[in-house]
């Protein structure tokens, strides 16, 4: 069983090992790519070492990190904890769903990017602004995924539930919600994915700290090694954030998982 | 007390469509009575109206002398495709309707062991449905319906997502425990064999508009012929008594169009 997921990280970890070469050959041994465009890893490093040490952009990557960390946390936490409800609702009646879907449908095709000139009219450049923007965009997957879970819940299942006699909030918590949690995992991983995207750009237009700020404020600085700090800092954050769900999701669906294997 | 009626029903699905046309069967308590007939002919229809699942369009379906408004655990189901909680064990699907009937965790145990022991599935309490094959899971269902001590059990096609020799192998299961704990049945087939050795009495119907077309006594038959003597089903399907009944069955199935089963 172990042998082949230690292959694959094992054919993973070799390509890490090759791109980093390569980065190093087109850089520093060659300069084929010049150190204007792209860092070579001693810039990089460099780059790393300066913030990581004394700062930039007025504080360490830590703390950076940290704070963009904290607000894909609220706003997605917010979006979930609004989004999924909603969803089921929407999903178990027919007339929640006539009411709320023509409004739904109207602001959906909005993309979350363009809610942020009117979140910063509204609430500024600070945090509250960007966790609004997220939950906007982190909302509608969570929305959709917990609808369709429901609808695609097999008719049979739920009348046997309601032949057995099951109350209403039993049948919400140990019927419908289980039922529905594959879909829902789904929604979240994209929702996840969607607070990434939104907090970066909300920080590039406007803020006081975090990644996006970095990486705005090394653009302005022509400032390509910590340009690529920026990146992969929310690329790792990303990586991580996601890590962290699949294990949750693994352990809620240990009933589903299992049957799919 | 569980007897079952259907007066005059009829069911119209989305205005237009005749399913069932004038059904009147009375079933007493502790009878068992299985409906075949072709694809199509409504007698789903007929069992999810004693479900609750749906309502008749003119009539009555009534068990004990009161008109069916809603599904609940006094008219237990049994569905084709098992229907089990594949997030709950074996012990927790069986758990579920005795919790929704308020009754204290001593009491739910006691009755649970008895059910898994019924069904002989005491080794498979704490497994999940997707851990056991297609029989197992249906026995699962089966021990959720008997547990809760329903006035009538209502089964719907219940072995005709199994393989042909688990088929076989629970179908004399049924006879074992409802010999042992007689309960109104209503039991929808299109196997006419599975009916003739289950039910004490067999409904034949029409293709759609699906109407009652004849009800044999099949339980005079058994008594008479001793079926019961006889422990394997296949014993039972080649005594003379047994292949008459099938074979008129058979017949009166085949003069509707739409039959195209089995």
């Known amino acids: 069983m172990k042998t082949p997921s230690n292959r694959k990280g094992l054919i993973g970890l070799a390509t890490l090992a090759g791109l980093i070469i390569l980065?190093?050959?087109?850089?520093?041994?060659?300069?084929?790519?010049?150190g204007g465009r792209f860092p070579s890893p001693a810039e990089f490093w460099m780059s790393l070492k300066q913030i990581s040490g004394r700062g930039y952009a007025g504080a360490t990557l830590a703390s950076h990190a940290l704070h963009s960390l904290k607000l894909v946390a609220m706003g997605f936490v917010v979006a979930v904890l609004t989004g999924v409800p909603l969803g089921l609702w929407m999903g178990w009646s027919r007339?929640?769903?006539a009411f709320i879907n023509p409004v739904f449908l109207i602001i959906r095709p909005i993309p979350p990017l363009a809610w942020i000139p009117l979140a910063i009219l509204w609430l500024g450049l600070g945090d509250a602004a960007k966790i609004m923007v997220i939950w906007f965009s982190a909302f509608v997957p969570s929305v959709i995924n917990a609808f369709t879970g429901v609808r695609n819940i097999e008719r049979p299942v739920l009348e046997a539930a309601r032949m057995l006699g099951t109350p209403r909030w039993r049948m919400v918590r140990e019927v419908i919600l289980p039922a529905a949690s594959p879909m829902i995992f789904t929604g979240l991983r994209l929702s996840l994915q969607a607070s990434w995207t939104t907090l970066v750009a909300a920080e590039l237009v406007g803020a006081l700290m975090g990644v996006g700020f970095v990486l705005n404020m090394a653009q302005q600085d022509i400032y390509p090694g910590m340009i690529l700090v920026g990146m992969i800092t929310v690329g790792l954050l990303g990586w991580a954030t996601t890590l962290l769900l699949t294990r949750a999701e693994r352990r809620a669906l240990a009933w589903n998982v299992a049957a799919r294997d | 007390m569980g007897s079952i009626s259907f007066q005059s029903v009829d069911k119209v699905f989305g205005g237009s469509v005749k399913a069932?046309?004038?059904?009147?069967?009375?079933i007493a308590?502790?009878?068992?009575?299985?409906?075949?007939?072709?694809?199509?002919?409504?007698k789903t229809t007929c069992l999810r109206m004693v479900a609750g699942f749906e309502a008749a369009s003119s009539g009555t379906v009534s068990v004990n002398g009161r008109p069916v408004t809603s599904p609940g655990p006094d008219r237990a189901v049994v569905f084709q495709q098992f229907a089990l909680f594949p997030w709950k064990t074996v012990r927790e699907n069986i758990d579920l309707g005795l919790r929704n009937k308020n009754l204290a965790i001593g009491e739910r145990s006691e009755l649970i062991a008895g059910a898994l022991k019924l069904m002989n599935l005491e080794s498979h309490a704490d497994a999940f449905p997707h851990q056991l094959s297609g029989g197992m899971q249906q026995r699962v269902a089966i021990a959720r319906a008997y547990v809760l001590d329903p006035e009538v059990l209502l089964m719907d096609e219940p072995f005709g997502a199994l393989d042909a020799q688990t088929r076989v192998v629970m179908q004399e299961e049924l006879v074992r425990i409802s010999r042992r704990n007689p309960r109104t049945v209503l039991f929808i087939t299109h196997a006419v064999e599975e009916a003739v050795y289950l039910a004490d009495r067999v409904a034949i119907m029409t293709r759609r508009p699906g109407r009652i077309k004849e009800v044999l006594d099949i339980k005079a038959v058994r008594e008479r012929e001793a079926w019961d003597k006889y422990p394997k089903i296949e014993d039972v399907m080649d005594l003379e008594s047994f292949v008459h009944l099938r074979t008129h069955i058979w017949k009166s199935l085949r003069e509707e169009k739409g039959f195209k089963d089995v």
């Open chain 1, 23 to 34: 980065w190093f050959l087109l850089t520093s041994v060659t300069g084929w790519v010049s």
């Open chain 1, 95 to 97: 007339r929640a769903e």
């Open chain 2, 20 to 26: 069932l046309d004038d059904i009147n069967l009375e």
């Open chain 2, 29 to 42: 308590d502790k009878e068992f009575v299985a409906i075949v007939g072709p694809s199509g002919c409504g």
